[in-house]
């Protein structure tokens, strides 16, 4: 009798979890992405972001959301990921929406403003500071739907073959350098030129361009830019928190069942905790390396970041009186930026001053 009932209960057990395997398979759909980054496969750090994003998106739906990442020039050029997204080529891709600002300077926000944010500053006005809301409201103009997606912290100032003393040292000078910081220094006389980092070397060999930046030490180290300029300078004005986001195709977003878009979320945030950290952990070392191998280190000089500094706060001020865009979050991102400085001056800075100065005292 008892051995009757537990086959009946088993059977009951059995069709049940038949039953609920298509509503199962249904909520749990299979998807399969593809992402154009803008960057070489070789930049395992800026390039590996997008591993990282699709690597944990697979481990958290147990692979039934997949997303496969193609490096700069494999579906569509590094500069053109935006488009890319945009018009459904791709579900999504992994860029620096500064890239774009030729076709709205308020795509310099979602990335890094001259002289604005550093890393965790940037974080704390994308996350916490009201940025996220208006950055999104910006990029439906675009059908896109954007995440943070990585941060390379403060950046170098590039490698140029003769050395920057004054202001005029500027003028016709042909550099490479991403976003609005070329609308910048071209006030001051410079030929700005945005070539995609797998570009860069063989502009520089070549002599079509006079000085390129890109990232860092670890990053300018493989691409070989100390090979063909001698003078390395600091610091990156231009970037002192470079954002990489993750750029999602507006319908495609909407379709995703919310399991997969929160497991996309996640996996974003891992990638900007993580590419940061890897960029704080490497430099140092590599910078060693360069230096040993040669390169000149060089700050820039004080008159030369000064004159940036006014020419970029001009330009913004300029942009925000013709675009509506441009000014609906230059406003607010600049009262945050104003507020952040008092206390990171009143803490932070005080602490990384003190602290760095006595540690070279030792």
Known sequence: MKRRSFLASAGVGVAASTLAAPAIAQSTPEVHWRLASSFPKSLDTIYGAADVIAHRVAAITDNKFTIR?????????????????QNGTVECGHTASYYYVGKDPTF?????????????????????????????????????????????????GGWFRKEIKTVDDLKGLKFRIGGFAGQVLTRLGVVPQQIAGGDIYPSLEKGTIDAAEWIGPYDDEKLGFNKVAKYYYYPGWWEGGLNVSLLVNQQKWEELPKPYQ?????????????????????NPAALKRLVAGGAQLRPFPREVMEACYKAAYELYDETAKGNPKFAKIYEPWKKFRDEEFLWFRVAENSFDNFTFTAGQRR
Not at 69 to 85: M, N
């Open 69 to 85: 990442p193609f490096a700069s020039g494999e579906i569509v050029p590094g500069l053109q990921v935006l488009d890319a997204v």
């Open 108 to 156: 310099t926000f979602d990335s890094t403003v001259p002289f604005g944010l550093n890393a965790r500053q940037q974080n704390a006005w994308i996350l916490q500071g009201g940025g996220m809301e208006l950055l999104r409201d910006f990029f439906k103009g675009y059908n896109v739907v954007n995440f943070p997606a990585g941060n390379t912290g403060t950046q170098m």
């Open 262 to 282: 929160a497991a996309l979320e996640a996996a974003c945030f891992e990638a900007l905790a993580i590419m940061n950290a890897k960029y704080d952990a490497d």
